[in-house]
């Protein structure tokens, strides 16, 4: 028997080391828009925000033909900095890419992580979406001036609720209403839910005073009457939707919701426009407007530098808000 | 007698050969992906749903609400055999199965597992059915407070899980809640117990914490211990139910869908404390309490009923609500949303065919999955005859393999090996596991609900008991602390009449 | 050399339970400093903030870390875990258990570098070999097997990437 000991050894150190390649087939060639060996991060958890969006992205890319299979991966965990230090971690790395949103940036500033979106090279801003500022059928606050009247004689006792934890999204966006109604910021009882499910029960349940979220998340609630919705927080109305805009009420200021792909630090200028030439050509394939349409994402495109540049801003504005909440 | 008639028109539309088919299918992908290692029904249907991309709606939502039954089925096979819960939900059955697959009575565990499942699965479905638009409406209105006073009473059943030594099962409990408390406070994004690191800013996950605690501690515990004189492979027994078993659970079997099915429809129910409660009351109800820990039939068969109803709890607010209480339902409506159609109070008028089908091939599913599951519970119990260093190696393995492949992060699995080495201190020096698994838990959740209360409330404490339900909870408790003293006066006094 | 006096020594070895007690004790002052460093310069509702239940927890496990003390100095013990395959007459087989841990180890380091199949094989292997199976031509080509299949159903079936090793994108 002895013999066949290291056989076996040899059989099996072949097996794990051969077997994985053979088990992958290769991928196209490195022409066109392929890029072979793709990999696309998603931050959160399987069924979020960015999950879909990317495995959105990346079906749409290979049903266009742009590029062979993307090979779409999950790293969630603190708000998507632990995606965002892994991304920032693979310098040069001309096959990875990562989705987030609006939701990183507030996300880096609460959990203080050490790298930060400036730590990435920005591919292109995808969608956005509007929040909304709602309340259940049964509340006493008709119109947002209603609302508005009561916040501020007493922010305290109007609990708003939102879908996310402070830094997020549906945080920002009563804070900067508050900021603009010239409510304290700090005075804001702000309550978080556990995503949308949660928050949408107390809302009905009128066990907050308002709620915030995505315009896209209660669209059903807001037709059938259970939710009465009071504004849009974006610059703009949104079309079939009977609500004015912040400004319209009074308030001098606006919100808007992004998610978009950004791609790990010192690619040569070659592999950030190859990637950047990709997502332009899947946003314009008739596949990613048909999932826009699906999803009821509006169109923000905005592709390399000028994206960069509004990272920036972004990061400049939600720094401002979360020092004046001590975050 | 509406919702009849169109229920009998869903059975026309799920009992077509093709939606068959498709029940059929996603209830095998189901129990295979659930038996898997880190997968729970969450990540299940998610990696899924592009297989479903290509189908019409409702044959893809057939296939889904296969798939979730199904994963749901074989996560508790992984717990019953290996100690290793796949996800949250099939935490409790590694409590009671584990010891009896090791007694030889791993068939029968897997039985009354399956038919657990089978019968929340049904009676879930049925009140579905029969209560959708009235629990709905009563799930809105339960809020903080209500939660708080839920937990305060889980935590007063926690005392009956302590073990023999009080004080060793406290150290248990808190040592759980220390490990509830790493990672990002929810409330106010304060960092706890992370030590700077971003890996934890999420928390430890309940199931790394079980794993460790039950899988990794458990291998660790008889390395050092092994009997090395028999090499005897683990008996598997007889393979089907006994009179005397099913005499034991049907019980247990009915009254896991009361406990489950409320709290799936609730938006911060979920799983997990429904099975630790029906577990607890099955101890306190059962006649063979000195079996518990040591392999109950009861605590595998009523737990494992209430994860099933609570799932069909979960569909309850997600159809008529557009609500999603768990993972599962969060993932489950972004496919709907694929599609199109938005879950919500425009459902029912605006989808009839798919609603009712989905909810018939409920139905078709767990009959399926039960006369897929009860003659495979013998073969797979027959998995614990393989010797014992490849069992317990292969635990190892598997354990590794749940908490590395999600994440891809070599960290997971540092933590997971120093839970492990912690169950293993607490297996040397007696303390018990499972307070330290309900701590992970209960703590939580019962933290974030309390001051959520007194957020919404701006400070007031009156805001912990401002509901007619909370009030009620805190009543039972009372009741529950005074019983005991109550009885003794009640009896003392008869003796002295007497 | 001196050997310590017998008594004494066994006087350890019987109260080692106090090792617990003492853990308990530095976990609370972990807990308690981490809460009572923490900055709570927040906007805060109510008299419970992120520090109360760090708080409660924290003198949980000082008051518990002292029972416990008691409990053992008076003669209390902690009953070991049986089980059915566990002999507990022999003394622990400390040996086995560092092996274990040493193997398991080692596969959260190789994992990144080496890649699934090769570290899962070799975590199996390992624990086998460590709880004492002695195989040696069967046991890798199991191991090498287990790790392969799982690592071609997670990577290639379900879509969850895994590592592939040194060998990926060379053949």
């Known amino acids: 028997m002895r013999p066949r000991t290291p056989l076996a050894l040899l059989g099996a150190a072949l097996l794990v080391l051969v077997g994985p390649p053979l088990l992958t087939p290769g991928s196209g060639a490195d022409t066109g828009t392929q890029i072979p060996g793709l990999r696309l991060m998603v931050p959160n958890t399987p069924g979020g925000g960015y999950d879909i969006t990317a495995r959105t992205a990346a079906k749409n890319a290979e049903e266009a033909g742009l590029t062979g299979n993307i090979e779409v991966f999950n790293l969630p965990g603190a708000g998507g900095t632990v995606g965002l230090t892994r991304l920032a971690g693979e310098h040069g790395n001309g096959k990875l890419a990562m989705s987030m949103g609006l939701g990183v940036v507030g996300a880096v500033h609460t959990n203080k992580s050490p790298r930060t979106l400036a730590d990435t090279t920005p591919i292109a801003r995808l969608t956005e979406e509007q929040d909304i500022v709602v309340v259940g059928k049964d509340s006493p606050y008709r119109t947002i001036q209603d609302l508005l009247t009561a916040w501020k004689k007493n922010p305290g006792k109007l609990p708003v609720g939102g879908g996310s934890s402070p830094g997020g999204p549906d945080h920002l966006a009563p804070m900067l209403m508050a900021k603009a109604a010239g409510i304290a910021p700090r005075s804001v009882n702000y309550v978080p839910f556990d995503g949308g499910g949660e928050l949408l029960a107390s809302i009905l349940g009128n066990k907050v005073a308002f709620g915030v979220s995505g315009v896209g998340e209660y669209l059903d609630q807001i037709r059938s009457g259970e939710l009465r919705l009071l504004a849009v927080t974006g610059p703009k109305r949104v079309p079939g939707l009977d609500a004015p805009t912040l400004r319209e009420a009074g308030l001098d200021t606006d919100f808007t919701n992004w998610r978009g792909i950004v791609a790990p630090p010192g690619l040569t200028d070659t592999e950030r426009d190859k990637l950047v030439g990709l997502v332009t050509k899947l946003h314009d394939s008739p596949q990613w407007r048909e999932s826009m349409k699906k999803n009821g994402w509006s169109d923000a495109f905005l592709p390399g530098e000028e994206f960069g540049a509004f990272l920036d801003e972004q990061n400049t504005r939600v720094d401002a808000v979360l020092k004046e909440l001590g975050l | 007698m509406d919702s009849l008639n169109s229920l009998l028109d869903g059975f026309q539309t799920a009992l077509t050969p093709a939606h068959l088919l498709w029940a059929a299918l996603g209830v095998l992908l189901g129990t295979a992906i659930g038996v898997l290692p880190g997968i729970g029904p969450a990540m299940a249907v998610a990696l899924l749903l592009p297989v479903t991309y290509g189908l019409e709606p409702t044959g893809a939502f057939i296939m889904f609400a296969g798939i979730y039954y199904g994963a749901m089925f074989g996560g508790s096979t992984t717990s019953i055999l290996l100690n290793t819960p796949g996800e949250s939900a099939a935490v409790v059955a590694a409590l009671e199965g584990n010891p009896m697959a090791k007694a030889g009575r791993g068939a029968q565990a897997l039985a009354a597992a399956a038919v657990g499942h089978f019968a929340g699965g049904m009676i879930g479905t049925i009140l579905l059915v029969a209560l959708a638009p009235t629990v709905a409406a009563l799930a809105v209105d339960i809020g903080a407070p209500d939660y708080f006073a839920i937990m305060v009473l889980a935590f007063i059943a926690v005392t009956s899980v302590l073990g023999s030594s009080r004080i060793r099962g406290l150290a248990s409990l808190l040592i759980g809640l220390t490990l509830g408390l790493v990672g990002l406070d929810q409330m106010t994004g304060q960092q706890r117990l992370t030590f700077g690191s971003l890996q934890l800013a999420d928390g430890i996950d309940v199931v790394i914490v079980a794993v460790g605690l039950f899988a990794i501690g458990e291998a660790l515990w008889v390395a050092a211990h092994l009997r090395r004189t028999t090499g005897e492979p683990l008996p598997v027994g007889r393979p089907w139910l006994g009179r005397d078993d099913v005499r034991r659970t049907w019980k247990s079997w009915l009254r896991g869908p009361l406990i489950g099915f409320p709290f799936g429809a609730i938006p911060a129910g979920g799983a997990e404390i429904p099975t630790f409660l029906s577990y607890v009351t099955e101890k306190r109800l059962s006649k063979h309490r000195h079996e518990f820990g040591r392999g109950a039939i009861e605590g595998v068969a009523g737990p494992e009923s209430a994860a099933s109803a609570s799932a069909a709890g979960t569909l309850v607010s997600m159809l008529t609500l557009g609500l999603p209480t768990t993972a599962v339902a969060a993932v489950m409506l972004a496919a709907f949303q694929q599609y199109g159609i938005q879950p919500g109070p425009l459902l029912f008028e605006r989808e009839p065919e798919l609603v009712w089908g989905l909810i018939a091939s409920l139905f078709v599913g767990m009959v399926l999955l039960l006369a897929l599951n009860l003659p495979l519970a013998p073969l797979w119990a027959k998995l614990l005859r393989i010797p014992r260093p490849y069992l317990y190696a292969g635990i190892l393995f598997f354990a590794a393999v749940g908490a590395y492949a999600v994440g891809g992060e070599a960290l997971d699995l540092v933590v997971l090996l120093v839970i492990g080495v912690i169950g293993f201190g607490m297996r040397r020096y007696g303390l018990p596991v499972l307070p330290a698994v309900i701590g992970v838990i209960l703590g939580p959740a019962a933290e974030q609900q309390l001051r959520r209360a007194l957020q919404i409330s701006d400070g007031s404490v009156t805001g912990l008991v401002n509901t007619p339900f909370s009030v009620s909870v805190y009543a039972v408790i009372v009741l529950l602390l005074v019983w005991p003293l109550l009885k003794k006066v009640i009896t003392r006094r008869r003796n002295v009449t007497a | ?171």
């Not at chain 3, 090498?144 to 053949?171: C, Q, R």
Request: charge should be negative; glycine fraction near 14%; proline fraction near 8%.
């Open chain 3, 1 to 171: 050399m001196t050997t310590p006096p017998a008594p004494r020594r066994s006087w350890l070895r019987d109260h080692s339970e106090l090792g617990v007690g003492a853990l308990l004790l530095v976990l609370g002052v972990l807990v308690l400093t981490d809460a009572l460093t923490m900055d709570v310069d927040i906007a805060q509702r109510g008299p419970i903030g992120p520090t109360t239940v760090p708080l409660v927890v924290g003198t949980g496990l000082l008051v518990v870390a002292v029972l416990l003390a008691v409990d053992v100095l008076r003669g209390g013990r902690g009953e070991a875990e049986g089980g059915e395959d566990i002999d507990l007459s022999e003394p622990g087989d400390r040996r086995t258990v560092l092996l274990l841990i040493g193997v398991f180890l080692g596969f959260a380091v190789l994992v990144g570098p080496v890649g699934f199949p090769v570290s899962g094989a070799l975590l199996f292997w390992g624990s086998a070999y460590a709880l004492g199976s002695r195989h040696l031509h069967r046991d890798p080509l199991v191991a090498a097997l287990l790790s392969l299949i799982t690592y071609g159903v997670f990577n290639n079936l379900l879509g969850v990437p895994l590592p592939g090793g040194p060998l990926m994108g060379v053949i």
